[in-house]
């Protein structure tokens, strides 16, 4: 079994500074055509991504939750299957005492990736992790899998890349989806 492992803000959603509402949640272009696409080549689609809103006490562990079945419900009006979602709730400066430590499904680490790798068998070989951060490169990396950098959140510029080395670039989801095509 092969997966496309995607970030969620910057990549599948428009990045906002903290999003906290659903009237924030905002698809981005060409964004459910991808995902189509992925799930007709055969990839699982697999969402993850940090979450410390929940850490910092702005948002529910429920909330968060809420906000990703609507994610997926307006997905798949348009045809695009999200197999499953894994977040991190934790961050090592976190306001809730409960989510305060240095865990391994915070990205960079590749946490929650191991762990949907491990739940629906997939393999390293042929599956990608697309995200807009070097956090989410390094995830990918730390997975062992093929990764690419979308251009499609204003992250883009981070200098953290000076350092981190993708194996691909591209513009948007849509252009991610072309190079997995070609590479699959």
Same mark, same amino acid.
């Given at each position: 079994? #092969?997966? /496309?492992?995607?970030d969620?803000?910057?990549? %599948?959603?428009?990045e906002?500074?903290?999003? #906290?509402r659903?009237?924030?949640?905002?698809?981005?272009?060409?964004?459910?055509?991808?995902i189509?696409q992925i799930?007709?080549?055969?990839?699982?689609? +697999? %969402?993850v991504?940090?979450?410390?809103? =929940?850490?910092?006490?702005?948002?529910? $562990?429920?909330?968060? $939750?809420?906000?990703?079945?609507?994610l997926i419900? #307006?997905?798949?009006?348009?045809?695009?299957?999200i197999d @499953?979602?894994?977040?991190?709730?934790?961050?090592?400066? @976190?306001?809730?005492k409960?989510? !305060?430590?240095?865990?391994?499904? #915070?990205?960079p680490?590749?946490g929650? =990736?191991?762990? &949907?790798?491990?739940k629906f068998?997939?393999?390293? !070989?042929?599956?990608?992790m697309?995200?807009?951060?070097?956090?989410d490169?390094m995830?990918?990396? @730390?997975?062992?899998?093929?990764? +690419?950098?979308?251009?499609?959140?204003?992250?883009s510029?981070d200098?953290q890349? &000076?350092? /981190?080395k993708?194996?691909f670039?591209?513009?948007?989801l849509?252009? @991610?989806?072309? =190079?997995?095509?070609?590479?699959s």
């Amino acid at each position: 079994m #092969r997966a /496309v492992f995607l970030d969620r803000d910057g990549v %599948i959603n428009k990045e906002v500074d903290v999003l #906290r509402r659903l009237s924030q949640l905002k698809i981005l272009p060409g964004v459910a055509k991808a995902i189509k696409q992925i799930n007709k080549l055969g990839f699982l689609t +697999i %969402i993850v991504t940090n979450q410390p809103v =929940i850490a910092r006490g702005w948002l529910t $562990e429920k909330q968060v $939750e809420h906000i990703h079945d609507v994610l997926i419900k #307006r997905l798949a009006k348009q045809g695009a299957k999200i197999d @499953a979602i894994y977040y991190c709730p934790h961050h090592p400066n @976190a306001n809730l005492k409960k989510y !305060r430590k240095n865990c391994s499904c #915070r990205k960079p680490k590749p946490g929650m =990736i191991l762990k &949907a790798m491990k739940k629906f068998g997939i393999s390293r !070989r042929g599956s990608f992790m697309v995200g807009d951060h070097a956090w989410d490169i390094m995830a990918g990396k @730390a997975a062992g899998l093929k990764t +690419i950098f979308v251009k499609s959140s204003v992250r883009s510029n981070d200098p953290q890349f &000076a350092h /981190v080395k993708p194996n691909f670039v591209g513009k948007n989801l849509l252009n @991610a989806v072309k =190079i997995i095509s070609h590479e699959s």
